[in-house]
C-alpha cells in the first residue's frame, strides 16, 4: 500500500477554499511538498515545508503540517477555475527517496 | 495501490561511465511513462514522455543522445545517461500511468541519486 495518502476527488464552486489533506507515515521526513499537474504537463512544485515547521503561507496558498498526526494540508483561498488539477503530496524521507501520493483532482466549478 | 518500482536508490560513478536506471510498473500495464529530474530545492523538471512502442518525447532542452529513454514493455522503462559528467548529477524520478498520460493519476517511483564524481 501507499505510504502517503490523499483523498482522489475534490470539487469546489470558484471563489471558496479549497482544502486537500494528506496523510504520510514516515515520521523520518525532512521535506514535505506540494506538487500540481495540469493536463498533459509535468508537475510543478507549489510549495514545501520542512519538518520542523507547522505553517507556512504563501500568496494564496496556506500549508499546516501536524506532525504528531502526521498530517499535511494545502488550503487554496478563492480557488479560481485555474486552479483546477491534480495535486499531489510528497515527502522526502530521511534517506532522500521520494514519496508521493496518487494525486488530488480538485475540481472548480464556476 | 499501484506501485512503481525505480532502481538503483542511488548511484556513485565515475565521469564518462553510463549509467542505466530502470522504472517498473509492478500491477498495471503502463502506455506512458514520465522522466522527471530534479535539483535541490527545486521543482520536478519533465524530461521526456516514454510511450511504449513508439520513440520518447523530449521536452525542450534536452539532449537525447545523452539520455537514451527505452520503453520495450508495458512494464518497463529504462532511462540511460550515457557519458555522464557531474552536471548530470541530481536526482531523477520516474512515473507511469496506466492510461495515455493526459490528466490520469500518476504513480511514481521513489527516485535515483546520481553522483558523478
Known amino acids: 500500500g501507499e505510504d502517503v495518502e490523499q483523498s482522489l476527488f475534490l470539487s469546489v464552486r470558484e471563489g471558496d477554499s479549497s482544502v486537500i489533506n494528506c496523510t504520510y507515515t514516515?515520521?523520518?521526513?525532512?521535506?514535505l511538498y506540494w506538487y500540481k499537474q495540469e493536463p498533459g504537463a509535468g508537475l510543478q512544485l507549489l510549495t514545501y515545508?520542512?519538518?520542523?515547521?507547522d505553517m507556512k503561507q504563501d500568496q494564496r496558498l496556506t500549508v499546516l503540517l501536524n506532525k504528531k498526526d502526521k498530517h499535511l494540508s494545502l488550503r487554496i483561498a478563492d480557488t479560481q477555475t485555474g486552479d483546477s488539477a491534480i495535486y499531489f503530496c510528497?515527502?522526502?524521507?530521511?534517506?532522500?527517496?521520494?514519496?508521493f501520493g496518487a494525486g488530488t483532482r480538485l475540481t472548480v466549478k464556476p | 495501490g499501484a506501485v512503481v518500482s525505480q532502481h538503483p536508490s542511488r548511484v556513485i560513478c565515475k565521469s564518462g561511465t553510463s549509467v542505466k536506471i530502470e522504472c517498473r510498473s509492478l500491477?498495471?500495464?503502463?502506455?506512458?511513462m514520465f522522466w522527471y529530474r530534479q535539483f535541490p530545492k527545486q521543482s520536478l523538471m519533465l524530461m521526456a514522455t516514454?510511450?511504449?512502442?513508439?520513440?520518447?518525447?523530449?521536452e525542450q532542452g534536452v539532449e537525447k543522445d545523452k539520455f537514451l529513454i527505452n520503453h520495450a514493455s508495458l512494464t518497463l522503462s529504462t532511462l540511460t545517461v550515457t557519458s555522464a559528467h557531474p552536471e548530470d548529477s541530481s536526482f531523477y524520478i520516474c512515473?507511469?500511468?496506466?492510461?495515455?498520460?493526459?490528466?490520469?493519476?500518476?504513480?511514481f517511483g521513489s527516485g535515483t541519486q546520481l553522483s558523478v564524481l
Open positions: 512515473s507511469a500511468s496506466p492510461g495515455t498520460g493526459g490528466g490520469e493519476k500518476l504513480f
Open positions: 514516515d515520521s523520518s521526513s525532512t521535506y
Open positions: 515545508i520542512f519538518s520542523n515547521m
Open positions: 510528497a515527502e522526502r524521507i530521511a534517506n532522500n527517496d521520494m514519496r
Open positions: 500491477d498495471f500495464q503502463a502506455t506512458t
Open positions: 516514454s510511450n511504449e512502442g513508439s520513440k520518447a518525447t523530449y
